[in-house]
């Protein structure tokens, strides 16, 4: 099945205790990106990556850290997470030539205290 | 700012009801128009779409015509079920780069029986 998964689904942490969010798909899809949801706020980009080793920032980059050193993961780093980071997190990807036609994985929460 | 305007929420309907969420949006040139859906729980998945002007995207029932002599993109349906009690995105893409995919807050919509 044709998927774009994430782990964990549901998290709690304390500010400063660094985490990552892991995101992997199984569509040989060049495109990767990440995205918050807040109320309100609807999504906004965070990072994206054309293809394996290249990455850039979206809208809100800053707090966060991604790389991708294989072409079906793309892992979401909180080197030192905030309150202000409590959010709904989404990964996605897409082919290259339906660039904006995205798959979405089902969601982290992220809880920060 | 963001060139997506979507309708606020939240919107409650009978079922059989005809369903409109508006969406404008500002953009030079030709963007293409997506809306997506956020069933409870999951990630967004691509409803329809509109690539250019007067294109009518459809899917499951669900309309959106491309008008850019008013800049919109509104959702239609002719008769919604329970089943289509969700969050609506109308999205926007100004094929300039890989970040450019904008998203509206989302219209929360319930279907009561």
């Known amino acids: 099945e044709a998927q774009v998964t994430q782990n964990p689904r549901y998290l709690i942490t304390v500010t400063g205790k660094k985490l990552t969010v892991t995101c992997s798909q199984n569509?040989?899809?060049?495109?990767m990106s990440w995205y918050r949801q807040d109320p309100g706020l609807g999504l906004r980009q965070i990072y994206y990556?054309?293809?394996?080793?290249?990455?850039d920032k979206g809208d809100v980059p800053e707090g966060y850290k991604v790389s991708r050193k294989e072409k079906r993961n793309f892992p979401l780093i909180l080197e030192s997470p905030s309150p202000n980071q409590t959010s709904l997190y989404f990964c996605?990807?897409?082919?290259?030539?339906?660039?904006?036609?995205?798959?979405f994985g089902p969601g982290t929460r992220l809880t920060v205290t | 700012g963001n060139p997506v305007t979507q309708m606020e929420g939240p919107v409650t309907l009978s079922e059989e009801a005809f369903l409109t969420i508006n969406c404008t949006y500002t953009?030079?040139?030709?963007?293409?128009l997506f809306w997506y859906v956020q069933y409870p729980g999951e990630g967004l998945q691509l409803l329809l779409k509109?690539?250019?002007?007067?294109d009518k995207g459809s899917n499951k029932g669900f309309e959106a015509t491309y008008r850019k002599e008013t800049t919109s993109f509104h959702l239609e349906k002719g008769s919604v079920q329970v089943s289509d009690s969700a969050v609506y995105f109308c999205?926007?893409?100004?094929?300039?780069?890989?970040?450019?995919?904008?998203f509206g807050t989302g219209t929360r919509l319930t279907v009561i029986p």
């Open positions: 996605a990807s897409s082919f290259g030539d339906k660039l904006y036609e995205q798959y």
């Open positions: 569509m040989n899809h060049e495109y």
């Open positions: 990556s054309m293809n394996v080793e290249v990455t």
């Open positions: 953009a030079t040139g030709y963007p293409s």
């Open positions: 509109a690539t250019k002007a007067d």
């Open positions: 999205a926007l893409s100004d094929r300039t780069g890989a970040n450019n995919l904008f």
